[in-house]
């Protein structure tokens, strides 16, 4: 249960000023701090931002507590409130103390924003389709033939990032996990973020005996799923037992297309995070994300001049033939 109602405490914890991925380490940590089976007390009075990523890790974090576990939010200002109600941050939550109805945009802005939701099995080519429809503008059958061709390849990216999601969430026992999207384009900067994100094992659970895990570290676990047919569920080098078959190349093509647009994409998973417009991985010790959180930035006004189809991997061994939109 979340309660926005006053609540006095002295051992109150403080949100940061920002959760988004501007600085990760302050997202994890916050949400790692929530964690255990006693009720919260948090104090929201310096919270001024939150992206798609701390939308989605927070629900995901909430999700995983305990039953009957209630958080006492207080000071939380009202755009704050407004935006997380415009989100549906609270849908499927019990709220007691503001009203959640007042402010929904049940219509939404589907060319701006795709508001945070949770992604359920068969899903995955549905919630692309409502993604690529914020990050572009755009919708199926749109005349801008510059656009299109960028759309269609992005959907199919962003379609493979949820299957694997999807997929690789529930190895390891954890049936239970779950995947979460939501997706904001911003008029007054022209950027989008966008933001994918499971609370399953983790890259490194995934991926712990590839041939391509140059060490059994999260940091390379990161690396390693970013090269092409890695994180994929084809093929008998993982095997796994999924119906869904994809090519391995939606975490690959959308780190491409992120840079190509003058962007990048934030990965996390476990006790690392990276940014991969730097070489560098950043450590998550003491606050480590138990699965996999990805957030993709791009201007959207550079995505048409980005020859996106070229940013594709090529197609090898048992594929049938080569990825077009042609």
């Known amino acids: 249960m979340l309660g926005l109602k006053e609540a006095n405490s002295e051992s109150a914890i403080h949100f940061p000023r920002t959760l988004s991925d501007s600085d990760p380490e302050a997202l994890f940590r916050f949400c790692a701090s929530l964690n255990g089976p006693s009720d919260v007390v948090l104090d929201a009075s310096e919270l001024m931002y939150i992206d798609p990523l701390g939308l989605a890790v927070l629900r995901a974090t909430l999700e995983c507590q305990p039953e009957g576990k209630t958080f006492h939010v207080r000071y939380m200002q009202a755009h704050m409130i407004r935006h997380l109600v415009r989100m549906e941050f609270f849908s499927g939550l019990s709220v007691d103390g503001i009203d959640v109805q007042t402010g929904r945009n049940p219509q939404g802005e589907p060319d701006h924003c795709v508001e945070l939701r949770k992604v359920n099995q068969g899903q995955s080519e549905q919630i692309a389709s409502l993604l690529i429809q914020a990050v572009t503008g755009l919708v199926q059958g749109d005349t801008e033939q510059a656009m299109d061709a960028v759309r ?37 900067n022209g950027e989008v973020r966008l933001a994918i994100v499971d609370n399953g094992c983790g890259f490194l659970a995934t991926l712990l005996n590839h041939p391509q895990l140059a060490e059994r570290t999260d940091a390379e676990a990161i690396r390693a799923a970013l090269i092409a047919r890695v ?17 391995g190349v939606g975490l690959t093509t959308t780190a491409r ?25 950043h450590s998550l010790s003491g606050a480590p994300w138990k699965g996999v959180a990805i957030s993709f930035h791009c201007s959207r006004d550079q995505l048409p001049n980005v020859n996106i189809p070229s940013l594709l991997p090529a197609v090898e061994g048992d594929a049938d033939g080569e990825i077009s939109f042609d």
């Not at 994180?231 to 090519?247: A, E, M």
């Not at 840079?259 to 990276?274: I, K, P, Q, T």
């Open 231 to 247: 994180s994929c569920n084809r093929g008998p080098t993982i095997g796994y037992d999924v119906d869904s078959q994809n090519q």
């Open 257 to 281: 297309i992120a840079y190509a647009a003058g962007g990048y994409l934030v990965v996390a998973s476990g006790e690392a995070w990276l940014r991969t417009n730097s070489e560098d991985a």
């Open 152 to 188: 269609r390849p992005i959907e199919y990216a962003l379609k493979e990032l949820l299957e694997n999601s999807l997929s690789h969430a529930k190895k390891e026992g954890n049936l239970g996990s779950s995947v979460w999207v939501a997706c904001k384009y911003s008029q007054s």
